[in-house]
């Protein structure tokens, strides 16, 4: 101690979990003494949180190792600066003046901070900030305890946004289930018209038409079904140009006539090893990303060609491989961004919008898809002209694609089929499509009714189909009774891309097949082929 002076600890301030001792000297007179210098330096570094001292005048005094390693900043840096060098400009001025109000009259602050890393990184903390009074009462700094809370937020904002999805998915799932009966019907009817109808008859294109728009609405139905729901990724071939032109037939209907879309995408762009929901995913999201950066009014313009890509396009991604990529661009005349936001536009809970307008999540999952599809996104920008993002996709060799209206010869039989489904007109439907392939049919319109039937006599029957989704006995009970009867009898089991069951749940109750509605009379044909040869 200092000419032999002893200091008298009057009282002691309690901020939260931790103790610090007040006296007639400031904080920074107090620390003078090399012993309670250390003593109190080991206490701040010991704490996991971010801890941030200032003096009377709001200048920082002190911080410890966890803020510089949470802001980038070192202590140095920081000394004599006032604490808004971390301001990020995301919370109204009036935070700040409440925060300061209730501080200089002495009282403890809790709050939630959006701040910014000397990086430009945005990151979330709680904050509690409390003033420390001398033995006058009067206020000689404030000491911030501060939590990192960013991966929470960013947590939490994707439980939301999965709970609101599966929210859209089960109110969908009913909707679906009754559009698919609906395709069906229509698609089923209208591939027995075209048996009908002889060769050279204008009538055969207006068919034709008919099951090309009835594909592309049973493809739609999957798509939006699987974009609200987390379903593993299943890769299939894909020609990119092709499923992009419909993607935007899609997307024009739901886009403000104040945006004129312009497109120029190559009609044979070779073909991709995609993921459909999830490309539809991401280019649902650079697509009304442009939108609103054009604030809703300008031009959108999708390019989509083949390109080839060499090793020195690639350097720095050792994941890709030199060689022909489907390249898409999606332009957009909208307010642009600078250097810094480009470099930072894919990280996790970056958001180029409005307080409130997002969690920032959009183009992190971009870059996921990307990245999960062995390809590559690539941003061209600049503040005032615009964005251009392109997405690159590597290309695979092109399998063979039946030719539009080509006849295939579908298989025959004459096995006895017990047909059930609560959609009486998808049963007629159905039943004509496969007595004319020769089968025999019965058909009924619940479980209990086909469980009825079947019961009176198990070996009427060489096989039964059955719709899932029907009240009082879903299909794959009605299939469980069934095997309970009879071990040996094939159930194929139709369902929808919404339902709840899985391939792997079906087989496990011992379903044969598992069959996506709606009906397809080649596709259902060759199944019911295939059942009855391997059983």
């Given at each position: 101690?200092?000419?032999?002076?002893?200091?008298?600890?009057?009282?002691?301030?309690?901020h939260e979990?931790?103790h610090?001792f007040?006296n007639?000297?400031?904080?920074?007179?107090?620390?003078q003494?090399?012993?309670n210098?250390?003593?109190f330096?080991a206490?701040?570094?010991?704490?996991?949180?971010?801890v941030?001292i200032?003096d009377?005048?709001?200048r920082?005094i002190m911080?410890?190792?966890?803020?510089?390693?949470?802001?980038?900043?070192s202590?140095?840096?920081v000394?004599?600066?006032?604490p808004r060098i971390?301001n990020?400009?995301k919370?109204?001025?009036g935070l700040?003046?409440e925060?300061?109000?209730k501080?200089?009259?002495?009282?403890?602050?809790?709050?939630h901070?959006?701040?910014?890393?000397k990086?430009?990184?945005l990151?979330e903390?709680?904050?509690?900030?409390?003033?420390?009074?001398n033995?006058?009462?009067?206020?000689?700094?404030?000491?911030?305890v501060?939590?990192?809370?960013?991966?929470?937020?960013?947590?939490?904002?994707?439980?939301r946004?999965a709970?609101?999805?599966?929210?859209?998915?089960?109110?969908?799932?009913?909707?679906v289930?009754e559009?698919n009966?609906?395709?069906?019907?229509?698609f089923?009817?209208?591939?027995m018209?075209?048996d009908d109808i002889?060769?050279?008859?204008?009538a055969?294109?207006?068919?034709?038409?008919?099951?090309?728009?009835?594909?592309?609405a049973?493809?739609?139905?999957?798509?939006?079904v699987?974009?609200?729901?987390?379903?593993?990724?299943?890769?299939?071939?894909?020609?990119?140009g092709a499923?992009v032109k419909e993607?935007?037939?899609?997307?024009?209907?739901i886009t403000p006539?104040t945006?004129?879309?312009?497109?120029n995408i190559c009609?044979?762009c070779?073909t991709i090893?995609?993921d459909?929901?999830k490309?539809k995913?991401?280019?649902?999201?650079?697509?009304?990303?442009?939108?609103q950066?054009?604030?809703?009014?300008?031009?959108?313009?999708?390019?989509?060609k083949?390109?080839?890509?060499?090793?020195?396009?690639i350097?720095?991604q050792?994941d890709?491989?030199?060689g022909?990529?489907?390249?898409?661009?999606?332009s957009?005349?909208?307010?642009?961004?600078?250097?810094?936001?480009?470099?930072?536009?894919?990280d996790p809970?970056?958001?180029?919008?409005?307080?409130g307008?997002?969690v920032?999540m959009?183009?992190y999952?971009v870059?996921?898809?990307?990245?999960?599809?062995?390809g590559?996104?690539?941003?061209?920008?600049?503040?005032?002209?615009g964005?251009?993002?392109?997405?690159?996709f590597?290309?695979v060799?092109?399998?063979?694609v039946?030719?539009?209206?080509?006849?295939e010869?579908l298989?025959?039989?004459?096995?006895r089929?017990?047909?059930?489904d609560?959609?009486e007109?998808?049963?007629?439907?159905?039943?004509?499509?496969?007595?004319r392939?020769?089968?025999?049919?019965?058909?009924?319109?619940?479980?209990?009714k086909a469980?009825?039937?079947?019961?009176s006599?198990?070996?009427?029957?060489?096989?039964?189909?059955?719709d899932?989704?029907?009240?009082g006995?879903?299909?794959s009970?009605?299939?469980?009774e069934?095997?309970?009867?009879?071990?040996?009898?094939?159930?194929?089991?139709?369902?929808d891309?919404s339902a709840k069951?899985?391939?792997?749940k079906a087989?496990e109750?011992?379903?044969?097949?598992?069959?996506?509605?709606?009906l397809?009379?080649?596709k259902?044909v060759?199944?019911?082929?295939k059942v009855l040869?391997?059983n």
């Amino acid at each position: 101690m200092a000419s032999g002076k002893r200091v008298q600890y009057k009282k002691v301030i309690r901020h939260e979990k931790y103790h610090f001792f007040e006296n007639d000297y400031s904080l920074l007179q107090m620390t003078q003494y090399s012993q309670n210098k250390a003593w109190f330096e080991a206490i701040i570094n010991s704490i996991t949180d971010s801890v941030v001292i200032v003096d009377s005048q709001r200048r920082i005094i002190m911080v410890n190792p966890a803020f510089e390693k949470l802001t980038g900043y070192s202590r140095e840096e920081v000394i004599g600066k006032n604490p808004r060098i971390l301001n990020s400009g995301k919370q109204d001025a009036g935070l700040y003046n409440e925060m300061w109000d209730k501080l200089v009259h002495g009282e403890v602050w809790r709050g939630h901070f959006v701040n910014k890393k000397k990086d430009g990184t945005l990151f979330e903390e709680d904050a509690t900030i409390s003033p420390v009074k001398n033995a006058d009462g009067k206020i000689i700094s404030y000491v911030a305890v501060k939590r990192d809370i960013t991966k929470k937020v960013l947590l939490e904002a994707q439980l939301r946004q999965a709970l609101k999805m599966e929210t859209i998915a089960t109110l969908a799932g009913g909707i679906v289930h009754e559009f698919n009966n609906i395709l069906g019907i229509i698609f089923g009817n209208a591939d027995m018209a075209l048996d009908d109808i002889p060769a050279g008859n204008p009538a055969r294109e207006n068919i034709n038409d008919l099951l090309e728009a009835s594909v592309r609405a049973r493809n739609i139905v999957k798509q939006l079904v699987d974009f609200t729901r987390q379903s593993e990724q299943e890769f299939i071939p894909l020609i990119p140009g092709a499923f992009v032109k419909e993607s935007l037939k899609f997307l024009r209907s739901i886009t403000p006539s104040t945006v004129r879309i312009v497109q120029n995408i190559c009609t044979d762009c070779g073909t991709i090893l995609a993921d459909p929901s999830k490309l539809k995913q991401l280019f649902v999201k650079l697509f009304f990303n442009a939108v609103q950066a054009m604030d809703e009014k300008g031009t959108l313009e999708v390019i989509g060609k083949i390109v080839e890509l060499e090793a020195i396009d690639i350097a720095h991604q050792p994941d890709m491989r030199p060689g022909p990529y489907f390249k898409l661009s999606v332009s957009d005349t909208g307010v642009g961004m600078d250097k810094e936001t480009q470099e930072r536009i894919f990280d996790p809970f970056c958001t180029t919008k409005e307080d409130g307008d997002g969690v920032g999540m959009g183009f992190y999952i971009v870059m996921d898809i990307v990245q999960n599809h062995s390809g590559m996104i690539t941003v061209d920008s600049e503040p005032g002209e615009g964005s251009t993002f392109h997405v690159f996709f590597p290309q695979v060799a092109q399998e063979e694609v039946q030719k539009k209206g080509e006849i295939e010869c579908l298989p025959h039989g004459n096995e006895r089929i017990l047909l059930v489904d609560d959609e009486e007109m998808l049963l007629k439907m159905g039943s004509k499509m496969l007595e004319r392939q020769g089968y025999q049919i019965t058909v009924k319109t619940s479980g209990m009714k086909a469980l009825k039937t079947f019961k009176s006599n198990p070996d009427k029957f060489d096989l039964v189909i059955t719709d899932q989704s029907m009240p009082g006995m879903a299909g794959s009970e009605l299939a469980v009774e069934l095997l309970k009867i009879r071990q040996d009898i094939p159930v194929i089991l139709c369902t929808d891309y919404s339902a709840k069951i899985s391939k792997e749940k079906a087989q496990e109750l011992g379903i044969k097949e598992f069959y996506y509605k709606p009906l397809d009379r080649v596709k259902l044909v060759k199944t019911i082929r295939k059942v009855l040869d391997e059983n």
